[in-house]
């Protein structure tokens, strides 16, 4: 999203309003049957942290509370947790993700700008690309695991007897794999976490639930037009909210928490989704 809002852009909202909106948070809460569930479950997923260049660990504490405050089973992270090249992760972003509570656990994803921060690619903002991120990388996922969060990679876990959650690579610089995901998940109910929905048009089997960031609902939306530019190949099918992707898989596309591109929201809240999810 860096290259994708312009100088226009930033003239014709740059304001306090806009500003402010970019660092107010709200929570959606979705409500939805789950095939294969025995008992209710409660999730919370944040996405796009993009701790580093606009957020500091003041919004992050402040993101952490709300989700304990909802007393989620299971708390999922979108990915694109960082936005800055880091020679190691900020002790500020893990003692604030340490905090985070949930019986079931905490689980992460890596999106585009996760692949930025280990030097993957280079940029203005990430410097020159680096030999060594793919080791990074390893040293990023273990520092998130000592406080509490675990990263999946095309890879799932039995999180309950009657559930399974896959999380795939970002689809820039992974790739994803779906399938690898949810192998292992027999019967039980399916989620499935990917960063980027692109990827929903080419799931090569169904899941229960698909979630997803990475647009930030188009993080700029004008009234009557919507959001003039979306990260995604496929324009605005994907832009936010509830989606469906191949085999009738239900998704939901989160406006994500962070910024990118420029430090700023109109009409496009920054959210923490709890999703209530019931048996079938």
């Given at each position: 999203?860096?290259?994708?809002?312009?100088?226009?852009?930033?003239?014709?909202?740059?304001?306090?309003?806009?500003?402010?909106?970019?660092?107010?948070?709200?929570?959606?809460?979705?409500?939805?049957?789950?095939?294969?569930?025995?008992?209710?479950?409660?999730?919370?997923?944040?996405?796009d942290?993009?701790?580093?260049?606009?957020?500091?660990?003041?919004?992050?504490?402040?993101?952490?509370?709300?989700?304990n405050?909802?007393?989620?089973?299971?708390?999922?992270?979108?990915?694109?947790?960082?936005?800055?090249?880091?020679?190691?992760?900020?002790?500020?972003?893990?003692?604030?993700?340490?905090?985070?509570?949930?019986?079931?656990?905490?689980?992460?994803?890596?999106?585009?700008?996760?692949?930025?921060?280990?030097g993957?690619?280079?940029?203005?903002?990430?410097?020159?690309?680096?030999?060594?991120w793919?080791?990074?990388?390893?040293?990023?996922?273990?520092?998130?695991?000592r406080?509490?969060?675990?990263?999946?990679?095309?890879?799932?876990?039995?999180?309950?007897?009657?559930l399974?959650?896959?999380?795939?690579?970002?689809?820039?610089?992974?790739?994803?794999?779906?399938?690898?995901?949810?192998?292992?998940?027999?019967?039980?109910?399916?989620?499935?976490?990917?960063?980027?929905?692109?990827?929903?048009?080419?799931?090569?089997?169904?899941?229960?639930?698909?979630?997803?960031?990475?647009?930030?609902?188009?993080?700029?939306?004008?009234?009557?037009?919507?959001?003039?530019?979306?990260?995604?190949?496929?324009?605005?099918?994907?832009?936010?909210?509830?989606?469906?992707?191949?085999?009738?898989?239900?998704?939901?596309?989160?406006?994500?928490?962070?910024?990118?591109?420029?430090?700023?929201?109109?009409?496009c809240?920054?959210?923490?989704?709890?999703?209530?999810?019931?048996?079938?």
């Open positions: 999203m860096r290259s994708v809002l312009g100088g226009g852009a930033v003239a014709a909202l740059a304001g306090g309003a806009a500003v402010a909106q970019g660092y107010r948070f709200g929570v959606t809460r979705h409500a939805r049957t789950l095939a294969g569930l025995r008992e209710p479950l409660r999730v919370a997923f944040l996405t942290l993009h701790y580093g260049l606009y957020i500091g660990p003041g919004s992050v504490a402040a993101w952490v509370d709300g989700t405050d909802l007393r989620a089973d299971l708390v999922l992270l979108g990915g694109d947790l960082i936005d800055a090249r880091m020679d190691e992760l900020s002790p500020d972003l893990l003692r604030e993700l340490r905090r985070l509570r949930a019986p079931l656990g905490v689980y992460s994803v890596w999106g585009n700008h996760d692949y930025g921060s280990f993957r690619y280079g940029s203005r903002q990430y410097g020159e690309p680096r030999a060594d793919a080791a990074r990388r390893e040293q990023f996922r273990a520092g998130l695991a406080v509490g969060v675990t990263t999946l990679r095309n890879e799932g876990r039995a999180v309950r007897g009657d399974w959650l896959g999380g795939t690579d970002d689809l820039w610089f992974g790739p994803p794999d779906p399938a690898a995901a949810l192998a292992g998940a027999g019967g039980r109910a399916t989620l499935l976490v990917t960063h980027n929905p692109d990827v929903l048009p080419t799931l090569p089997g169904p899941a229960g639930l698909v979630l997803c960031g990475h647009t930030h609902g188009g993080q700029v939306r004008l009234p009557l037009l919507g959001a003039p530019v979306v990260p995604s190949r496929y324009g605005q099918r994907y832009a936010m909210g509830w989606v469906t992707g191949a085999h009738d898989t239900p998704a939901y596309v989160s406006r994500g928490l962070g910024l990118s591109g420029v430090p700023l929201r109109n009409l809240e920054p959210e923490i989704a709890l999703f209530l999810l019931s048996p079938a």
